[in-house]
């Protein structure tokens, strides 16, 4: 078999075709923000909706329309010290090569001690700031920040290039310093008429005050592009085609991956690569679905468990419910079953679940949904047990169970 056929799923790292699919529209969009500098763009969007993949792929078009492409991961960062070694080395390792000069500049325009590190894959010297500003003067990292962003900008000046910045998960900023440390890097971008600038973010309800309030630095500065949901029709389509071509053909389990792990791509396409691998000639299709949705499960009980663990009695008793419930999480009824608080009380415990990114806000009842598919049919199978009630891993109020 060759590689396509052997492994028609990926889920781990970013990927890229053939295992990624649709999303011209979006690829095309950043891809034009990318060669058309001063533009900047944010991509935002839920986490595990493919943002990162569908970056690169643009970044990838991008630079094969000549443009120099600068990709810092922000994730990570404990501080803006950090954020700046992320920015010096992801520009040295896309700019190095043809700018032999540029650990230099950055030496010197910098002005404070930098090492040099070699790179482990190409032998290009790493610049990385001196360990001291770590922990040093907020204002200090940010002019650090600041400054490497405008040497980056100086240079496509003077040697007429195209450059594009693609900072992941951007509104780290905010965790690092506040409306301050946003204020700062809206001045820093507007400065600069010869980069592009494409940040992405999946923080979403954070990312959304960052640009809809008009008291916060990013109001009205970024044109926007939402990244949700693949089209269903597509996605079912190409799952269903991808098994077809592997040898192991299964109509309509595309549709049902949706129907049980959307409507996030990562999820979705687990869940496929979990039925590849059940995959046995003449299972039906909510048997196969069920018996791959079950594999997962188990595969994450360590995680799950953890997590579990880790919340109060009252914030275990709220996921039962909305794994469990089919009305209401604050009605009698649902509080009756599931041995609820007063309402208030049980709309603060759900709130903060959703700021721990375990729950997520649903329009149909019981009003909320799990942010991970898998932890919510763990909560089914081993914990609605606790109180009496069994039901299959892929039971859904959501949609009608």
């Not at 790292?13 to 891809?31: K, L, Q, S, W, Y």
């Not at 954020?83 to 404070?112: C, H, M, P, Q, Y």
């Not at 600069?192 to 008009?214: C, D, F, K, N, W």
């Not at 949705?293 to 009695?313: C, K, M, N, S, Y």
Request: hydrophobic share 40%; net charge negative; aromatic share 6%.
């Amino acid at each position: 078999m060759t590689p396509k056929e052997d492994r028609p799923f990926r889920i781990d790292g970013i990927v890229t075709p053939p295992h990624f699919t649709n999303r011209a529209a979006e690829v095309a969009h950043i891809r034009d923000a990318l060669r058309s500098p001063p533009s900047k763009l944010l991509v935002y969007g839920p986490r595990r909706m493919g943002k990162t993949s569908t970056i690169l792929v643009a970044s990838n078009a991008a630079e094969r329309d000549g443009v120099q492409v600068v990709r810092a991961d922000l994730s990570t960062a404990s501080s803006f010290a950090d954020v700046t070694n992320r920015l010096l080395t992801a520009s040295v390792r896309a700019l190095g090569r043809t700018w032999k000069d540029l650990v230099g500049l950055f030496v010197e325009r910098l002005r404070i001690a930098v090492s040099l590190r070699p790179d482990p894959v190409t032998g290009i010297a790493l610049p990385t700031l001196e360990a001291s500003l770590r922990s040093g003067d907020p204002d200090a990292q940010r002019e650090t920040l600041g400054t490497t962003l405008d040497t980056l900008d100086a240079l496509a000046e003077e040697r007429d290039a195209r450059i594009g910045i693609v900072l992941d998960e951007f509104q780290e900023i905010h965790r690092l310093g506040g409306e301050e440390a946003e204020w700062h890097l809206r001045g820093v971008l507007e400065r600069h008429a010869h980069l592009s600038y494409v940040m992405a973010g999946s923080r979403t309800a954070l990312v959304q005050r960052m640009i809809s309030e008009p008291s916060r630095a990013f109001y009205k500065l970024l044109d926007v592009l939402y990244l949700g949901p693949m089209d269903e029709e597509h996605f079912a389509r190409w799952i269903d085609d991808r098994l077809e071509e592997s040898g192991r053909p299964c109509p309509g389990v595309g549709a049902y991956c949706l129907e049980v792990a959307g409507p996030r791509t990562r999820d979705v396409v687990q869940l496929a690569r979990a039925c590849w691998r059940a995959w046995s000639k003449g299972v039906r299709v909510p048997d196969l679905v069920e018996a791959a949705f079950r594999d997962i499960v188990a595969e994450e009980e360590v995680i799950a468990l953890t997590v579990w663990d880790g919340l109060t009695a009252r914030q275990q008793d709220v996921l039962r419910a909305v794994a469990g419930a089919s009305a209401g999480l604050t009605t009698r009824e649902t509080g009756d079953r599931f041995s609820l608080p007063a309402s208030g009380t049980v709309s603060n415990t759900a709130a903060a679940l959703v700021d721990a990114e375990l729950l997520v806000k649903a329009d149909v009842p019981p009003g909320y949904d799990f942010e991970s598919p898998f932890f919510r049919g763990w909560v089914v199978i081993r914990t609605l047990p606790d109180i009496g009630i069994e039901r299959p891993p892929t039971w859904r109020a959501t949609v009608g169970g």
